[in-house]
């Protein structure tokens, strides 16, 4: 009797219909999940290495997944040639001309290198590249330079050393010379033959034994991966990190692309390949760890510097190094160089080690971050935000530094590096496009003396002349000494360029823009009052002065501003009293004249009306300045001024919203203590002409605070309604028609 299925009550005897579904469908299944690479890979190796031309019949057994490597299946051994010479002898017959020239190439090759590294650690700047270029040069000529024809002639396998000496062997303590794989004593030259005779060589055979240590990262590659698939050889190597950006054809391979990079690098210990495109505000991009351990954090050096960051959190491009020591080696000691988006600060760093001022910007807040710990390790000074560039920049052309809480001397800058390419010249351009006509060419040699100020700017453009056009448009004009200069090709129709062109600013004309000027030289008594204005003065000075004055008035004369808001009232009174005396005797003169005197009545009633204006005066001043007076006073006693009351009072409120700890205003040491620092201990503040006590430039700061708590939480402030802004789409174009004039 047929079997019945339970389940289907056995429509076809012996075969459940349901059964027969359930185990078609995940047949389909594993056939569609099943990677096609797998498949491939299983093809003959001798199919692959016939295709490829390899010199050794490698022999792979099986590589079973594609992101494995079967390392025994490079184990093998070759029968090689060799010739055997007495002693150590196959070490001189090796650098003999004909039988191995290449090692003396190689050497050529490493000594230049060498030249070249010393040269530019001393030296980043492209002077230091020209000198490095001739050291090198002059390294290669140093070197017995032979012909390198014979290159091939003896066995170039990494890890394998081409002269062995033979120990067990038939004559121990002879050496052996190994020839490259197919070379024979047939195929060798006569003066080849000539150099062997004289040293006393023999031929013999060698076996070789190879592993997969023998074979480098694109042979290995070659071999392992489909014939229709090309080696990726573009990537880039940061600290312990290796970076891919593979193309399609690669990413099905991606781990044994990393696992053999891996292997083949010394330095290496994890390989990411990058998913997606560059796309985020910072510049970062989503990664994969294609091999080794997922920790991204880099330390690396360049020109000497010791940089670290995240690698997955800021952006960093290796290839831009040679452009950072370009530029870096243009700053002068002295100058102030600001960099608008200075990503971990390696540029910024390099200006600050060549002596200049340096103030290092960048959006993210992990880069900025990282600027600040690089700029500590490398014990440098520079200072470091964490805004948008746009700000900063208009801060920048204006001098008003003081307005970013940079305890930083107010000096114009003289450099202005912004590699931000998809938006830089946009930005940098609105910026300059209202103060052109303050601008005066450099190369205008009867200018010179005016403060000079130098431009790089990055943008990715497909042509120099379309570069040029565009910087024509945004700016109204192109200066005449603009450089546009190719930095390096990005993608097949993307370049990066570098706008760089110099200007002098007219100081008569710039003066409505409030552009400030290099007159104040940096260190100068000037400079030291200003920077004092700087570090946080600038906001009591606010309560009456508009913001440069502020900043000018400072500490130092803020005992004397006191001092005036408590004396006019006290004078004003005291004219008040007098005048209000004066009053009463003037109407008893009048009413004792009344009868007889005419002219002196008229004359004493003038007198009165007069009098009443000049009272009604002092009331009103008294009142106003009493008033400005009274407010001081709360300054000093709370050390605090208007602006600064006004930050602290939003900062209670972010921090509440974002959940942090309560905001401590730095400089409120208590009533006394504030008012001792500010105005002096005694009546002593009420005697003109005595300077103001405390450090001026450096006031004392609440324990567990900084000086520069205020800024950083207004940069905080500042990010926080940047992130809250939102863009609008565009209701409707205004032309202006209609419009009555
Ligand atoms: C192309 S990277 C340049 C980094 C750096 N100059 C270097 O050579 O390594 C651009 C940098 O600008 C920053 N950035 C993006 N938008 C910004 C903005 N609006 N203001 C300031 N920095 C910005 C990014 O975080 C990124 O670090």
Same mark, same amino acid.
């Given at each position: ?70 390392? +025994? ?33 190689? +050497? ?466 005291? +004219? ?166």
């Amino acid at each position: 009797m047929s079997k019945r299925c339970k389940c289907c009550t056995g429509v076809l005897p012996g075969f459940c219909g349901f059964r027969g579904f359930l185990s078609a469908w995940s047949a389909s299944l594993a056939f569609s999940v099943l990677p096609r690479t797998c498949l491939r890979d299983v093809r003959d190796v001798r199919e692959i290495r016939a295709s490829r031309g390899s010199s050794f019949s490698v022999l792979r057994r099986c590589v079973d997944r594609v992101d494995r490597v079967d390392r +025994a299946a490079f184990d093998r051994s070759e029968q090689l040639c060799a010739v055997k010479v007495p002693e150590d002898g196959a070490y001189r017959l090796r650098q003999h001309p004909e039988v191995l020239p290449f090692c003396l190439g190689w +050497a050529k090759k490493r000594a230049q290198k060498r030249a070249k590294k010393r040269a530019q650690k001393r030296d980043p700047s492209s002077a230091g590249a020209a000198d490095a270029v001739a050291k090198a040069a002059n390294a290669v000529n140093q070197v017995n330079v032979v012909n390198v024809v014979n290159v091939v002639n003896v066995v170039n396998v990494v890890n394998v050393v081409n002269v062995v000496t033979e120990e067990g062997g038939a004559e121990p303590g002879s050496s052996l010379l190994l020839l490259a794989p197919g070379v024979t004593p047939q195929s060798l030259g006569a003066e080849a033959h000539n150099a062997i005779e004289a040293f006393q060589g023999s031929f013999t055979t060698y076996e070789l034994e190879l592993g997969y240590a023998n074979f480098n990262y694109k042979e290995a590659l070659t071999l392992l991966l489909p014939a229709d698939v090309t080696v990726p050889m573009g990537y880039e190597v940061l600290g312990h990190i290796a970076h891919f950006n593979l193309l399609q054809e690669h990413w099905p391979h991606r781990h044994l692309i990393g696992q053999v990079l891996m292997d083949k690098s010394k330095n290496v210990r994890t390989v990411v390949a990058k998913r997606g495109t560059v796309s985020h505000q910072y510049r970062t991009f989503d990664m994969e760890v294609i091999a080794g351990e997922a920790d991204t954090e880099v330390e690396l050096k360049e020109f000497g510097l010791k940089l670290k960051f995240d690698f997955r959190k800021v952006y960093w491009n290796s290839r831009l190094a040679s452009e950072r020591g370009r530029l870096s080696g243009k700053c002068g000691e002295g100058e102030v160089f600001v960099d608008l988006a200075a990503g971990v600060g390696a540029l910024a760093l390099l200006c600050a080690r060549r002596g200049c001022h340096v103030v290092a910007n960048d959006l993210n807040p992990a880069a900025a971050a990282a600027a600040k710990e690089n700029a500590r390790r490398n014990r440098l000074k520079m200072e470091v935000l964490q805004m948008d560039a746009r700000p900063l920049l208009r801060s920048a052309l204006h001098g008003s530094w003081g307005d970013l809480g940079l305890g930083f001397p107010k000096v114009s800058i003289t450099r202005l590096a912004f590699n931000l390419p998809e938006l830089a010249l946009e930005m940098l351009c609105g910026e300059l496009r209202p103060l052109r006509n303050c601008m005066v060419d450099a190369s205008n040699a009867s200018k010179v003396g005016l403060p000079k100020f130098c431009v790089y700017c990055y943008t990715f453009d497909y042509s120099e002349e379309h570069v040029h056009d565009r910087l024509l448009q945004l700016l109204g004009f192109v200066p005449e000494a603009t450089k546009i200069r190719k930095v390096r090709l990005v993608a097949p129709s993307k370049m990066m360029y570098c706008v760089e062109f110099a200007y002098l600013w007219e100081s008569e004309k710039c003066a409505g823009h409030g552009i400030l000027f290099s007159a104040v030289q940096v260190g100068s008594v000037e400079s030291t009052r200003v920077a004092l204005a700087v570090a946080k003065i600038q906001g009591h000075a606010l309560i009456t002065a508009p913001p440069v004055a502020g900043a000018f008035l400072g500490q130092i004369n803020l005992k004397p501003f006191v001092q005036f808001v408590h004396f006019v009232p006290i004078a004003t009174l005291h +004219a008040l009293i007098v005048h209000s005396e004066l009053f009463v005797l003037l109407f008893y003169a009048w009413k004792s004249s009344r009868k007889s005197l005419d002219f002196l009545r008229v004359v004493v009633r003038v007198w009165i009306l007069l009098g009443l204006i000049a009272w009604f005066c002092c009331l009103v001043v008294m009142l106003l300045v009493g008033t400005l007076a009274w407010e001081m006073e709360h300054t000093v006693i709370g050390n605090v001024s208007m602006i600064e009351e006004y930050v602290v009072e939003k900062a209670e409120m972010r921090r509440r919203r974002a959940g942090e700890r309560k905001f401590v205003y730095p400089y409120d040491l208590g009533r006394k203590e504030n008012f001792a620092a500010l105005l002096g201990s005694s009546l002593s503040w009420l005697v003109p002409g005595l300077a103001t006590p405390g450090d001026p430039v450096w006031p004392m700061v609440r324990p567990g605070s900084t000086h520069f708590d205020i800024s950083t939480e207004q940069i905080a402030q500042k990010t926080e309604k940047l992130q809250r802004s939102m863009v609008m789409p565009v209701r409707e174009h205004f032309t202006g028609e209609g419009v009555e004039a």
